[in-house]
């Protein structure tokens, strides 16, 4: 069964920084591009950042360019999300997503999601 | 950027009965168009992909349709467990643009 949980979520004031990880399991993790979405309070959904199968490729969102880092370890199966320059707009809940492709690229398994609230 | 329209934003249909849901892409995305189901508290739930290919364990009562610019997603014979908010996606480029999701809601 694949499984993706997210941790490291809370609350920090503007300016600061924060890492997330995702931790996936039931599928070979390095076969696969991963992402993280994000969905603000009652809002919809916005793809943050996207990491190729060795992580030597990544893609972002205009809105995080410059502030946010993907990044993965494949030994420990794990995706992470640097979150540098936080601000009030970044407050959400971060959904780790594992990609796939056919006719599209789309996500189609979803981690629980964890908030992040940014606020002083 | 491609920017996703997607309508009405919000919907109330009644158990049994059938409802579509549209989405209007800025540029032709040549079918690369995925649909999500999201319920309250829950994460999103991939439905189809490829604007008509249908996810593996999907209720064959969703269906996809469109090309180029104009998609749809119809829902038939509603049952209590589809009403939740469904989003579109861009899925051709970066930036995987979404929707602004459309909420299903019980008449």
């Known amino acids: 069964e694949v499984q993706l949980v997210e941790s490291g979520g809370g609350l920090v004031q503007p300016g600061r920084s924060m890492k997330l990880s995702c931790a996936a399991s039931?599928?070979?993790?390095?076969?696969?591009?991963m992402a993280w979405v994000r969905q603000a309070p009652k809002k919809g959904l916005e793809w943050v950042a996207s990491i190729s199968y060795e992580g030597s490729s990544t893609y972002y969102g205009d809105s995080v360019k410059g502030r946010f880092t993907i990044s993965r370890d494949n030994a420990k199966s794990t995706l992470y999300l640097q979150m540098n320059s936080l601000r009030s707009e970044d407050t959400a809940t971060y959904y780790c997503?594992?990609?796939?492709?056919?006719?599209?690229?789309?996500?189609?398994?979803w981690g629980q999601g964890v908030m992040v609230t940014v606020s002083s | 950027d491609i920017q996703m329209t997607q309508s009405p934003t919000s919907l109330a249909a009644s158990v049994g009965e059938s409802v579509t849901i549209t989405c209007l892409a800025s540029?032709?995305?040549?079918?690369?168009l995925v649909w999500y189901q999201q319920k309250p508290g829950k994460s999103p739930q991939l439905l189809i992909y490829g604007a008509t290919i249908l996810e593996d364990g999907i209720p064959s009562r969703f269906s996809g349709s469109g090309s180029d610019t104009q998609y749809s997603l119809k829902i038939n014979s509603l049952q209590p467990e589809d009403f939740a908010s469904y989003y579109c996606q861009n899925g051709l480029s970066t930036p995987f643009t979404f929707g602004s999701g459309t909420k299903l809601e019980i008449k």
């Open positions: 540029e032709d995305i040549y079918g690369s």
């Open positions: 039931g599928f070979t993790f390095s076969d696969y591009y």
């Open positions: 997503a594992r990609h796939g492709y056919y006719s599209a690229y789309y996500f189609d398994y």
